[in-house]
């Protein structure tokens, strides 16, 4: 492999192993961990806390149903200002009677109103509302699970990209020491001069790729302190250093067991319950439409003067009436027909979305512990291809040294070492990443 490959090479690497060029700077004695990037993202995070004012709500909406089976009472009071009260005795066309009224008036008095039965919709109400509260705190958990998921990618490549900082600011060592080597061969006459170019070009390169990892560090750090809502902070510090893993998934778990979790601690599969449950309440609120509603009622008013009932007085007085009320709709019973095969529908719909939304998530697990599996199995293979490497590299060197082996097959030992530790790293990644994902899958992130 010459130079201008292993060159294009490592910059293919940095970019595919790199989505989105996330990463961080350390810059504070206070690392964090991906627990503790989570623990921040759910206090500060932005959608997160607009997500929590919409689950409270959502709480608040149930507390409003529920007031909505008090009586209904009202106080009215009025002043008024009387026209003559014409009496026509003698039909519409002859001179009309007047009886002396007040010039001036006034009333007052209260009504009540309760309903007693309405097809049970203000209870029903009442458990929808609680539904929908039930739904909008999954939808926050859904989301809190998602941006958890995001916060690992985010985090992991920080993670990775550091590695590989470090990677090259160790190998640009290294080949700063080598290349004194390689011109102190070249001044005793041992080497070609070409050594010694060859050497120069590897460690600019190194130095180049360096350079451009600092400035996608500064991008990234960017990026997690948006995620944590920290605006244009300071630089992120973050662990990285540490070999200690997520839990691992037992090799001998089956991946329906994390069906099964997920089925009961899906936020994804939650909601399209809630949505089955809420369409059932539905079909119930419009088969209420045609039930009688029967309330009670009381109202009582003072006014002067009375010009409602006959005889006529210009004296204070006063009337009310406690009773029950009964209205049945009549037109609901034609109405209400397609209401309810629209409701059915909608019903329906919503079995089939839980149905799919079933079969996805089944899918999707499985894909996820698969993925974990692979990774798994990516991490030992490159681990084997670190020692392979570092075995040439460490008997082409010495060969380089004795003179029995060309520049170029140790500059290829070299860059195939380094690319098999970036390798490394990025299986590793993979394999804390699947892991995630897997949580995040069934619910339990």
Same mark, same amino acid.
């Given at each position: ?7 294009? !090479? ?51 909406? +149930? ?23 014409? $009496?026509? !005795? ?26 007693? #039965?309405? %097809? %049970? ?48 600011? @160790? ?21 070609? &001069? ?24 500064? +991008? ?10 920290? %605006? ?20 001998? %778990?089956? #991946? ?5 979790? @997920? ?29 009688? &509603? ?9 006014? #002067?003067?009375? +010009? ?13 009436? !406690? ?41 999707? $697990?499985?894909? @996820? ?5 692979? @990774? ?44 098999? &530790? ?24």
């Amino acid at each position: 492999m010459n130079n201008y490959t292993f060159m294009h !090479t490592l910059l293919l690497a940095l970019l595919f192993l790199a989505p989105g060029n996330l990463s961080a700077q350390v810059s504070s004695s206070d690392s964090l961990t991906l627990e503790q990037v989570w623990n921040i993202v759910d206090s500060e995070n932005r959608q997160l806390k607009l997500s929590d004012l919409m689950r409270s709500e959502s709480v608040t909406n +149930v507390e409003i149903a529920k007031s909505d089976r008090l009586p209904s009472l009202n106080v009215s009071g009025n002043v008024v200002h009387n026209t003559k009260f014409l $009496i026509y !005795t003698r039909g519409w066309f002859a001179t009309p009677d007047y009886f002396a009224v007040s010039k001036y008036g006034y009333g007052f008095g209260y009504s009540l109103s309760l309903n007693v #039965y309405e %097809g %049970g919709k203000y209870n029903r109400n009442i458990q929808i509302k609680r539904e929908e509260s039930l739904r909008q705190q999954n939808e926050y958990d859904l989301q809190r699970n998602n941006m958890h998921y995001s916060a690992a990618i985010v985090f992991y490549d920080l993670y990775k990209f550091l590695q590989f900082r470090d990677f090259l600011s @160790a190998e640009i060592t290294a080949e700063k020491k080598q290349l004194q080597t390689i011109e102190s061969f070249y001044r005793n006459g041992t080497v070609l &001069k070409s050594d010694v170019l060859r050497s120069h070009v590897k460690l600019s390169q190194l130095e180049l790729s360096l350079s451009d990892l600092n400035k996608q560090i500064k +991008v990234a750090s960017q990026r997690l302190n948006i995620l944590m809502a920290h %605006g244009n902070g300071d630089s992120v510090a973050i662990v990285y250093h540490d070999s200690t893993m997520l839990a691992e998934i037992s090799e001998n %778990g089956n #991946y329906m067991d994390y069906v099964e979790i @997920a089925l009961s601690k899906s936020p994804a599969y939650k909601i399209t319950l809630n949505d089955v449950n809420l369409a059932n309440l539905n079909i119930k609120q419009v088969k209420a439409n045609i039930l009688p &509603k029967v309330s009670l009622f009381s109202y009582y008013t003072y006014t #002067y003067p009375q +010009v409602s009932y006959y005889p006529y007085s210009n004296d204070f007085w006063s009337f009310g009436q !406690t009773g029950l009320r009964v209205t049945f709709p009549l037109d609901n019973l034609y109405r209400n027909k397609h209401l309810h095969a629209k409701a059915k529908t909608e019903s329906a719909q919503q079995t089939e979305r839980v149905r799919i939304e079933q079969d996805e998530l089944i899918v999707d $697990i499985k894909e @996820a512990y698969l993925q974990y599996q692979q @990774a798994s199995e990516a991490v030992k293979s490159a681990q084997e291809n670190i020692e392979q490497n570092t075995e040439s590299v460490r008997v082409i060197r010495n060969s380089y040294l004795s003179q029995e082996s060309l520049l170029t097959d140790l500059l290829d030992a070299e860059n195939t070492l380094l690319e098999s &530790k970036f390798a490394l790293t990025s299986a590793i990644v993979n394999l804390r990443l699947s892991h995630v994902r897997l949580l995040a899958k069934t619910g339990i992130l």
